[in-house]
């Protein structure tokens, strides 16, 4: 799966609904992620994103910008 903010918007803390949840599942995938998929960008995302980003070697900062959308595709 793509991922892709069709804002263009960077995804972060408190972002709800599809994209939240397409964020979330694709880090269940990469197994950063080990709640459920609820399409709400919470505490919890935003650690598994700071995660993907640290091992990455990108900056830990947990929000989800052009640079980690494209290491997570």
Known sequence: MKLVSKSGKHVKKGT???LAEAIQQKLK???YFK???TGTFGAATEEAVKAFQR?????ADGVVGAA????MN
């Open 16 to 18: 709800g609904a599809l």
């Open 29 to 31: 995938d990469l197994e």
């Open 35 to 37: 709640d459920s998929c």
């Open 55 to 59: 091992a990455n070697g990108l900056t």
């Open 68 to 71: 980690t959308l494209n290491k």
